[in-house]
């Protein structure tokens, strides 16, 4: 659940404080309240009242000792966010849950104009130890950082990679703005691939996915993640590919092996559902281009 309740509660100077919490992370793992009084100018009395506020709220964390000291929480984090891409007017108002995935939750939201766009929060540190691996991968030295921060660089990842793909013309959500943790892109109409049993012509639509494979390569990504759960069968039969937050490089070291898993993994899950027979080996040509 976002904290829209909480959100609509904060006032200016709540957001200022929250906001200084969140810039001294950066330094501290809790962050001394005399610290956030000073940098703010408000007094301490002041700023406790308003901190109490949002502990209650679960916005912040409070540590009494060895100093007292307060860091956001992801509920501080998405408010802040919130904040954002309401006061520059990217969305009014947020709907429904999409989906709660491993490492993200994603929700609907609305803009100005009331067209629906989807709202991805990145949430890293909530574990698995096999996305981890590859997402320490790319962030190499950046791994230490707290949550908050590797949840921002994933976010920044996965709209840096959205909006290279789909300048060369890949399938993707549109990317729209990406503040913080979130990723704004348009939202697509449809049903994940793995829930459709039926498919007027598998496989053109196996195709499809082989041409977006290799116009992303070819524009120097391998997804990394692909499978019947990261493609979008829209209403008129088209597909989307979702999920890009962990796509690497084409001269990555682990390239080949991650196109050679997505290929296998969508191969199988035709061959599985619709009984199509296959050659991998031919598949992977095509989408390498050679
Ligand atoms: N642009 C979009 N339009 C419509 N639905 C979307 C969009 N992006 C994400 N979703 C929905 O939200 C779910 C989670 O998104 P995504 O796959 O990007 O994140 P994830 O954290 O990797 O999730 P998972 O761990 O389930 O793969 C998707 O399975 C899909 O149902
Ligand atoms: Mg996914």
Redesign the pocket.
């Known amino acids: 659940m976002l904290p829209i309740e909480a959100f609509k509660s904060l006032d200016a100077d709540d957001f200022h404080i929250l906001s200084i919490v969140e810039n001294r992370m950066k330094s501290f793992l809790y962050v001394p309240l005399d610290l956030i009084a000073s940098d703010s100018g408000f007094s301490r009395g002041f700023i406790l009242d308003s901190l109490k506020r949002m502990h209650d709220m679960g916005l912040v964390l409070y540590k009494r000792v060895p100093y007292e000291g307060y860091v956001l929480t992801y509920a501080g984090y998405d408010v802040l966010a919130m904040k954002y891409l309401v006061d520059f007017n990217y969305i009014v108002g947020v709907g429904g849950s999409?989906?709660v995935?491993?490492?993200?939750d994603?929700y609907m939201a609305f803009t100005p104009t009331e067209e629906s766009v989807?709202l991805?929060f990145h949430r890293l540190g909530v574990v698995n130890l096999q996305s981890a691996t590859r997402i320490r991968d790319y962030l190499a030295h950046k791994y230490e950082l707290p949550w908050i921060f590797r949840s921002k660089l994933s976010a920044e990842r996965e709209f840096k990679v959205l909006r290279d793909v789909f300048k060369a013309g890949v399938k993707v959500?549109i990317p729209i703005v990406q503040n913080r943790h979130v990723v704004v892109?348009?939202?697509?109409e449809g049903d994940?691939l793995y829930v459709c049993d039926y498919l007027p012509d598998p496989h053109k639509f196996f195709e499809m996915i082989l041409d977006e494979m290799r116009l992303s390569y070819n524009c120097g990504y391998v997804h990394g993640?692909l499978s019947e759960?990261?493609v979008?069968v829209t209403p008129d039969l088209e597909c989307v590919i979702?999920?890009w937050p962990q796509a690497v490089e084409v001269n990555h070291p682990s390239a080949m092996m991650l196109l050679e898993r997505d290929l296998r993994n969508i191969v199988d899950f035709f061959a599985r559902r619709f009984k199509l027979k296959l050659n991998f080996t031919d598949s992977l040509s095509y989408v390498l281009g050679v």
């Open positions: 999409l989906g995935g491993k490492e993200s994603v989807v991805k959500p892109m348009s939202y697509v994940l993640d759960y990261n979008i979702i999920d």
